[in-house]
């Protein structure tokens, strides 16, 4: 291999967080002891397109619904956690259910149900769309959920008892941000109970990132655009250092991109698989 002329500072916090690792190893187990038996996936098991590429590999399948998947088969529900109201649904069906939720997932899950069983109205900070935002969702019937600063509303929680939580892979910053404007437009609001459910694998990796960025000539982020804390930590990253780029896989112009460059700053989200560094780390050192 040629030596790289470049100076490569690679994060601590890379791989796989401790969540993603049970759920992987979970899944690995779950296929290797049911040969020859259908095991799906309730969508993916993590959000790593080339993990799930690995798992595929290994005969998962992965169902958008649980409605296609046919009876006798072993359904894996996924790291990110899954709506009550469709763990409902498959527990109908014959269907072998393995739970693969992060269990910090879970915890949030929990206190959400706490926050309604003691009356208050959960809001909570985060992407609508997300895939743990939705299976929180069903957990805190008729909460809010808010992803800016400009959707938090004003004088709406003036007479009454609020939990605010937070999206596990939030930044922390945005989060306690959002916050402040929600108590400043609400100024009435009886009780708040401010829950920083942030994870602390996400916030370690998230402070890294700002304080690598800051010292490199280029920072890249490994994992995959559809994974919520690996674009947090490419916004991160961006927000110190304008040449901060998300890298999914070593192809398309990242040699380009790394020829030249003196120092290069290296991180990975939480659900991207170790060799997957290991495979752009020796592309960028082939190039740099
Ligand atoms: S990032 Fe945190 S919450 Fe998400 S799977 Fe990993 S440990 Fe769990």
Redesign the pocket.
Known sequence: MKRSAAKIVIAKNTG?????KR?VQITERTLAENPGRNVYSLGPV?HNSEAMRKLSGLGLKVAKSVAGIPEGSVLILP??GTPESVITVAAGKRLKLVDVT????AS?KRICRDLCARGRKVVIIGEAEHA?IKALKDSAPGCIIIENEEQVPEGLFTSGKIGIISQ??QSKDRFLGIVGVILKKNPLVKEVDICNTV????AGRQEEAKKLAAQVELMLVIGSATSA?TRRLAEIGASVNGNTHLVEKPAGNLADKVKGTRSIGVISG??TPSWLIEEVIGCIKENA
């Open positions: 796989f967080c401790k969540g993603v759920a993590i790291s990110h992060c269990p910090h997932v949030v743990e596990t892979t994870c602390r694998d996400s804390n939480a659900s």
